[in-house]
């Protein structure tokens, strides 16, 4: 396959004042990588290849696989009730919801902050504080007693707590944390031996620091915007390097079996959008995709299918990933303009 053109894309990085990593790779073999910028703007400590970002929400990816895993071994059951395989007693949680509608985004339920209509977690954390919830039960009374959107199957809409609910089930069948469980059997497995769930008021070295730039100039640093420690639905590090040894174990069935590797890179559920959903993946012709947003983290983890490129971008502040990721799309992605 042709190399693709990469031609002036650190004149891209340099012109958008891009702040993160950035590789991409064709058959396993790099076509171009950069880092740039801080890794804290307090100490301006440069980002390198090896400095570990937040993933944000690129970490669902990693609940799939590892719901996959389980149900591969016959502790879970995607078709099965939720209730079954977590203790949802009292709460608004119906009976019908499965995990499959959970990892496919059409449980219904409501979400802790819905995005789609415009919510904000920072309201969230004004009533109760964000260092207080470090374990996935400590979600539960910020949604599970939320009267649900739609019925089981019903709607396509984005919900991240959908994954606090599936990172509840590995907990029960397992007898272990979601992190410890993450941490052995995907991330040890494939190799990818920076990535790790970082509580950010630890000092931990190569980790980026999440900052926003707010309107009078200055920086705002995100440590009061949400969980201290990443969950089932966001919140691992992991360099560049990490998340290609992700899709390379995928690929070559270390992680999954194969019939669980074809459903984990096939569309299920068609978004209002028209993009479809996967088991994490969101799908649009020949491109996959998952994206991560929250105060202080964007990036994104790319295939596309035309040209054969996986990509990788991770920024720590809310706005810096998407400039390239736009050019990206330019350049490699079908019918882009």
Request: proline fraction near 6%; charge should be negative.
């Amino acid at each position: 396959m042709a190399a693709p053109d990469i031609d002036g894309l650190a004149e891209v990085l340099e012109a958008a004042d891009f702040c993160g990593v950035v590789d991409l790779r064709q058959s396993g073999k790099t076509l171009f990588a950069a880092a740039r910028g801080f890794s804290t703007p307090k100490w301006r400590m440069s980002n390198t290849m090896d400095t570990r970002f937040d993933t944000a929400s690129i970490t669902k990816l990693f609940t799939s696989v590892a719901v996959l895993q389980l149900v591969a071994a016959k502790k879970l059951v995607l078709d099965a009730p939720i209730h079954d395989q977590v203790d949802l007693t009292g709460t608004t949680i119906s009976p019908d919801v499965t995990l499959r509608h959970l990892l496919t985004h059409t449980s219904g339920i409501a979400d802790d902050a819905d995005e789609e209509a415009g919510e904000d977690y920072a309201q969230i954390f004004r009533d109760r504080p964000c260092y207080s919830i470090t374990t996935t039960a400590d979600f539960l009374p910020q949604f599970a007693f939320k009267p649900r959107l739609a019925a089981p199957g019903a709607q396509c809409r984005y919900c991240n707590v959908g994954y606090i609910l599936a990172g509840l089930a590995i907990e029960k069948v397992t007898g272990r944390s979601f992190r410890s469980y993450v941490t052995s059997e995907i991330f040890g497995r494939a190799g990818m031996n920076r990535a790790g769930f970082f509580d950010r008021r630890e000092a931990e070295p190569d980790v980026a620091e999440g900052w926003d730039r707010q309107p009078d100039g200055g920086w705002q640093s995100n440590v009061f915007s949400f969980p201290p420690i990443g969950s089932p639905d966001g919140g691992a590090y992991a360099t560049t390097a990490d998340l290609h040894g992700f899709l390379a174990a995928l690929r070559a069935d270390v992680l999954l079996p194969p019939n669980m590797r074809q459903a984990f890179f096939a569309p299920q559920v068609r978004h209002p959008s028209g993009v479809w959903f996967g088991f994490g993946l969101e799908f649009d012709g020949s491109v996959f995709s998952k994206d991560g947003l929250n105060a202080g983290a964007s990036g994104k983890l790319i295939h596309y299918g035309a040209v054969g490129v996986d990509a990788v971008v991770l920024s720590n502040s809310a706005s810096g990933a998407w400039p390239l990721v736009a050019e990206l799309d330019r350049r490699f992605k079908p019918g882009a303009l």
